[in-house]
């Protein structure tokens, strides 16, 4: 009681506006996004008032000597009152295990997240929140998920290859591979999902809702053209997992949907390139945790997965597909 009212006791703190900009900083507005949840935002100021490295923080604050700083006091709240400590411009979280296991919860379990690794979990919760040892909180806790387990997902940091996957391709789904998950819990009159990737440039998924029975190369060419060609135009190669009769067939509807008089192209032959095949076990492993979480309601929800999962960068990639795709994430 006496940290906290020490702390909310500061001179500095309650002496008016003139004295009182030089250490705190309006909340910036991209910050504003990031505490749509009030609830969290408010445990966490309530356990910063407990904490006594928020009391040394604080101090350097007020001591010119202390430099480079590294702290600094954002304000918050509907009416401004919360005051929120931020190390580096991330928020720091005191050593409440409930607190920071909520935090990597959220960006791990929740059904936008998806059940990221070890890695893109870590990238994900690191631009908004700091505490000492952050990277091996999130190890642990991804390691431990009962889920992951369940689904053998591979959580460690996998090495990027030392030779970058070879594109052959420098257009936007250019190289396709379209891949059909099939016998889904029924949603919406759905069972099925026609899976596009995008194995050349960017790495991205269009994912649309459809249906085993009556899957035909001719229906199969309507969802791509009404989903990618509309978007990306036509492929300059592809391959499904329906085998070499079905990607002939499907050549041959395109060109006929499509009015084209003569269209040259092979199948490739991923299996041959190890980032494809892990690029495929990745969206095949992301999807089915989606769809048993979401069990009757998957179709609902799948553009949001497709979006989660274009958000962030896959295989070699530097850049999400998003960045690829628009020059920038939305
Ligand atoms: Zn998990």
């Known amino acids: 009681m006496v940290i906290a009212d020490a702390l909310s006791r500061r001179s500095d703190w309650s002496t008016g506006l003139e004295q009182d900009n030089e250490d705190v ?14 609830e969290l935002q408010d445990a966490v100021a309530a356990a910063q008032k407990e904490n ?10 007020s001591d010119p000597t202390v430099s480079p700083q590294h702290w600094t006091i954002e304000v918050a709240g509907p009416d401004s009152s919360t005051r929120l400590l931020f190390y580096n411009r991330r928020l720091y979280i005191p050593d409440i295990i409930g607190l920071r296991r909520r935090i990597v919860q959220d960006h791990h379990n929740s059904s936008a997240a998806g059940h990221l690794g070890v890695l893109a979990t870590c990238r994900s919760v690191r631009p908004s929140y700091w505490w000492p040892g952050l990277s091996a909180f999130v190890a642990k806790y991804v390691q431990g998920c009962a889920t992951c387990q369940q689904f053998k997902v591979q959580t460690r940091p996998q090495r990027p290859s030392l030779v970058p996957i070879e594109s052959l391709s420098l257009r936007l789904f250019g190289q396709v591979g379209i891949d059909f998950m099939t016998d889904l819990p029924m949603s919406e009159d759905f069972d099925s999902i026609m899976v596009v990737v995008d194995h050349g440039l960017s790495k991205g998924v269009i994912l649309t809702p459809c249906n085993k029975t009556g899957l035909t190369a001719a229906k199969t060419v309507r969802l791509y053209i009404d989903n990618v060609y509309s978007r990306f135009g036509l492929p300059n190669k592809m ?9 002939s067939a499907f050549w041959t509807e395109m060109c006929t949907a499509l009015q084209i008089k003569h269209a040259m192209t092979t199948a490739f032959h991923p299996q041959t390139n190890g980032g494809t095949e892990r690029v495929n076990r990745e969206i095949q492993t992301y999807l089915s945790i989606f769809c048993i979480n979401n069990p ?3 179709v609902s929800v799948l553009k949001k997965a497709e979006f989660v999962y274009n958000n962030r960068p896959h295989a070699d990639r530097t850049q999400s597909p998003f960045e690829l795709w628009y020059g920038q994430a939305p």
Do not use: E, H, K, Y
Request: proline share 6%.
């Open 25 to 38: 900083v309006a909340l910036p507005a991209d910050l504003w996004i990031r505490f749509v949840d009030m």
């Open 296 to 298: 009757t309601s998957w």
């Open 239 to 247: 391959i499904s997992d329906r085998g070499p009769q079905f990607d």
């Open 52 to 61: 006594n490295l928020v009391q040394d923080a604080v101090s350097s604050l």
